[in-house]
């Protein structure tokens, strides 16, 4: 029996390295597959019509607020009048309440903050599969089970808590530098741009590689007492 085709997923960020990062983060998902990646809201309107006409449809949008020409809650105001079945995953560093309220109003069901891990990507991305698959197959009609397991499914399962003296927001900070560095950075290198000891960093580091989401190697050239680096696995 054919598997199910993968999920069409559009990217819609202005800065290009980081749309980037994003469009390798989907690669690495099973089951999903980048349509395309559009640096402005008026771009991502234009192909997002572009690949419907090619037959070619969208499955989802990853949308960040904060583009150059227009704000993310007006590009998903007019994506979703378009009537078409797309589904909208906000990815943004803007964390104001109204936004987030405005957000849900015009149709955006995921709302991730900037910075965060591969992990916490590869969970929204499996999530939305799941609130479609969810929705599917039953008709035109609904039923009260199929509406109430496909909205349980946009809820992220509670993370495992940390160990004790780590910081969920530093977590993520750390996670982010490491995950953008090109080459292998040390706790050094990391706690110098966080404005963070050496000592705290490491224990970050220890916390991803122990978590399987960064590797540790020694780095070369040094003797004795070698540093180590790490990047992301």
């Given at each position: ?158 993370a495992t808590p940390l160990p004790k003296g780590l910081i969920a927001e530093t977590l993520e900070a750390v996670s982010a530098f490491v995950r953008d560095s090109t080459v292998p950075v040390s706790a050094t290198e990391v ?29 070369h050239g040094t003797p004795g007492r070698p540093e180590y680096e790490y990047r992301w696995a």
């Amino acid at each position: 029996m054919p598997s199910d085709p993968a999920l069409r997923v559009l990217i819609v960020e202005d800065d290009p390295m980081t749309a980037q990062a994003h469009a390798d983060f989907v690669a690495r998902v099973p089951g999903f597959a980048v349509a395309d990646i559009c640096l402005s809201g008026r771009d991502a309107i234009a192909k997002f019509d572009d690949l419907a006409e090619a037959g070619h449809p969208v499955d989802i949008i990853l949308l960040d607020m904060n583009l150059t020409d227009s704000h993310g809650l007006e590009v998903a105001g007019r994506l979703n009048s378009r009537g078409r079945d797309v589904d909208i995953i906000a990815i943004t560093a803007v964390r104001h309440l109204q936004v987030i309220r405005s957000a849900i109003s015009v149709g955006i069901t995921q709302y991730l903050i900037k910075p965060f891990t591969f992990a916490a990507f590869k969970e929204k991305l499996e999530n939305q599969r799941a609130f479609r698959q969810g929705l599917a197959g039953s008709g035109s009609l609904a039923t009260q089970a199929s509406v109430d397991n496909a909205l349980s499914a946009l809820r992220s399962v509670s993370a495992t808590p940390l160990p004790k003296g780590l910081i969920a927001e530093t977590l993520e900070a750390v996670s982010a530098f490491v995950r953008d560095s090109t080459v292998p950075v040390s706790a050094t290198e990391v706690g110098q741009r966080l404005e963070l000891s050496r000592v705290t960093v490491r224990r970050y580091l220890e916390h991803l590689v122990s978590t399987k989401q960064a590797i540790k190697q020694p780095r070369h050239g040094t003797p004795g007492r070698p540093e180590y680096e790490y990047r992301w696995a």
